[in-house]
C-alpha cells in the first residue's frame, strides 16, 4: 500500500537558519505529492505541491522536489522565521484509484529568536 | 470562491453519549468530502470518504459512521462515545481529480471524559 515517512520532531532552529525536513514515500506508479502546513489550533493547509518527476513546489520561501529516483519530497527554506513554527505534513495521493490523500506522522518545527 | 466550515470547533462530551459533527462546504458541486482524525501528537488518519451523495466508504472500523445528505454536506457520527474517540477532527473537500489537493475545515477538538 502507499504510505509516507517523515523525519520525527521536533526540529529546533533559530531564526534565519536553513531548515530541511525529510520526506520519503512509498506507492506504486506517480503519486503527486505535497506538503501541508498546520498551524496551531487550526487546520491544515497546503503549502506546496508537485505532480511529476523532477517537478518543484514552492511556495512563501519553502522548496521540495520530486525525487523519483530516491523516492523522496524532502521540504526545505534557506531562512526560517519564528512565524514558520508549526507542524508540517507530506502527504501523496495516487496515480489512479480513490484520491484520498495518505498523509505523513507529521514534524514539528520550533523556531527561536 | 470555495469555503467550507466545519462546526462546533470545540466539543465535551461523555463516555456513551452520542455525537454529531457536521461539514459544509461552498461555491463548488460534487466535491469529494473526507473525515480524517489526528489523535494527539500523531499523524492524520482517514476515517471516511464519499464521491457523492449517499456513497461513503470507510477506511477504519470503528464505532463511527458518516452519512451524505447533500451534496456538500458531510456528517460523522456516533451512536455512543469511548474515550479513544478523543482527537481533532477534521473535515476536507477536493475535486476529483489527480493531483488536486485536499482543503480543510479548522477542525473540531472532541475530548471524551
Known amino acids: 500500500g502507499n504510505s509516507v515517512t517523515q523525519m520525527e520532531g521536533p526540529v529546533t532552529l533559530s531564526e534565519e537558519a536553513f531548515l530541511t525536513i525529510n520526506c520519503t514515500y512509498t506507492?506504486?506508479?506517480?503519486?503527486?505529492l505535497f506538503w501541508y502546513v498546520q498551524y496551531p489550533g487550526e487546520g491544515l493547509q497546503l503549502l506546496l505541491k508537485?505532480?511529476?518527476?523532477?517537478d518543484k513546489g514552492s511556495n512563501k520561501g519553502f522548496e521540495a522536489t520530486y525525487r523519483k529516483e530516491t523516492t523522496s519530497f524532502h521540504l526545505e527554506k534557506g531562512s526560517v522565521q519564528v512565524s514558520d513554527s508549526a507542524v508540517y505534513f507530506c502527504?501523496?495521493?495516487?496515480?489512479?484509484?480513490?484520491?484520498?490523500?495518505?498523509f505523513g506522522s507529521g514534524t514539528r518545527l520550533q523556531v527561536q529568536p | 470562491s470555495q469555503t467550507i466550515h466545519q462546526w462546533p470547533a470545540t466539543l465535551v462530551q461523555p463516555v456513551g453519549s452520542p455525537l454529531s459533527l457536521e461539514c459544509t462546504v461552498e461555491?463548488?458541486?460534487?466535491?469529494?468530502l473526507y473525515w480524517y482524525r489526528q489523535a494527539a501528537g500523531r499523524g492524520l488518519q482517514l476515517l471516511f470518504y464519499?464521491?457523492?451523495?449517499?456513497?461513503i466508504s470507510s477506511e477504519v472500523p470503528q464505532n463511527l459512521s458518516a452519512s451524505r445528505p447533500q451534496d456538500r454536506q458531510f456528517i460523522l457520527s456516533s451512536k455512543k462515545l469511548l474515550l479513544s474517540d478523543s482527537g481533532f477532527y477534521l473535515c476536507?473537500?477536493?475535486?476529483?481529480?489527480?493531483?488536486?489537493?485536499?482543503?480543510f475545515g479548522n477542525g473540531t477538538r472532541l475530548t471524551v471524559t
Open positions: 464519499s464521491v457523492g451523495i449517499g456513497q
Open positions: 506507492a506504486t506508479g506517480y503519486p503527486s
Open positions: 502527504a501523496l495521493t495516487p496515480y489512479t484509484g480513490r484520491r484520498a490523500l495518505t
Open positions: 461555491g463548488t458541486s460534487n466535491p469529494n
Open positions: 508537485a505532480t511529476k518527476a523532477d
Open positions: 476536507a473537500w477536493s475535486v476529483y481529480r489527480g493531483d488536486s489537493p485536499l482543503h
